[in-house]
């Protein structure tokens, strides 16, 4: 993966297709925790994103991993267990596939949440510790390192999913997606032979027959809400089948509680407890 494209060794890749009966055999061949990824070096197997970084970071120390500065180091670990450990909303309806082309499918309420911290994340960084490094490529700590490499996927998932970005966070993701580690990985992704056939036909299916029910059920407001800039064909079926009549709110505020686009806030015995969202 990344990793070990960063640290310059020369490794063999052992490509698991998954999801097929024979896949967890497989991947228990070589990783005890039955997971990907897994580096197996010097008789040694190290499996997790963040281990395989801390084992070639002590390897190859020339190869630049974390920051030097302590706080731009520690930061940099933060936000990368930050991204190992989080970020569900994302992971579970923006699914990575780089061969796949999908503009405004999987937005959620949730999904828009995840990608508000992660850009808020890419902006700080760029902020605070562009200079970390001698030269500022243009990554979150100046030099590409690890911290980039575990969100080079978040990346390629807003390019599959057409996501727009602000200005600042576009220019990073380019440069991610510019750096020959990141291309290299992105093109032995393209070259893999398998695809998941059982979910993609089952994930066209149903999307054709929301569809299809969608312009019988109210097919006035679905061409509408696709008339949007922003909104397509996923995110207009959320909306027509999840708020469906906005007449039912009393209240602007109802409606945005509702879809959870402002953070809610507990009140008891006429006294509010935490802060609302914007």
Not at 170 to 176: P, Q
Not at 181 to 194: L, M, Q, R, S, V
Not at 203 to 208: G, H, K, N
Request: hydrophobic share 40%; net charge neutral; with cysteine.
């Amino acid at each position: 993966g990344l990793m070990v494209r960063i640290a310059g060794i020369d490794v063999e890749e052992i490509v698991i297709p998954l999801d097929r009966p024979e896949t967890q055999a497989a991947i228990r061949k070589h990783s005890p925790s039955g997971r990907v990824p897994v580096l197996l070096h010097r008789g040694l197997a190290i499996w997790e994103s963040l281990a395989i970084a801390e084992y070639l970071n002590d390897l190859k120390p020339e190869a630049g991993f974390w920051p030097a500065a302590v706080a731009a180091r520690a930061h940099a670990r933060s936000i990368s267990t930050e991204m190992h450990a989080g970020f569900m909303e994302l992971r579970t309806h923006m699914p990575m596939n780089i061969r796949a082309s999908s503009p405004g499918k999987g937005m959620t309420p949730g999904v828009r949440a995840d990608i508000e911290r992660i850009t808020s994340i890419w902006r700080d960084c760029r902020k605070r510790f562009a200079g970390a490094a001698a030269k500022d490529d243009g990554f979150l700590f100046g030099s590409f390192g690890a911290a980039d490499a575990m969100y080079a996927p978040v990346v390629t998932r807003f390019r599959t999913y057409g996501v727009t970005l602000d200005a600042d966070s576009e220019a990073y993701a380019a440069a991610v997606l510019a750096h020959p580690a990141t291309k290299e990985w992105i093109d032995a992704a393209k070259n893999e032979p398998w695809l998941i056939d059982s979910y993609e036909q089952r994930i066209a299916e149903v999307e054709l027959y929301l569809e299809r029910h969608a312009k019988i059920d109210d097919g006035d407001t679905y061409h509408r809400l696709r008339s949007i800039p922003g909104v397509g064909k996923i995110l207009a079926l959320i909306l027509l089948y999840e708020i469906h009549d906005i007449g039912r709110f009393a209240e602007v505020g109802q409606f945005l509680s509702y879809a959870r686009l402002v953070r809610g806030s507990h009140e008891s015995a006429g006294k509010k407890k935490g802060s609302p969202g914007k």
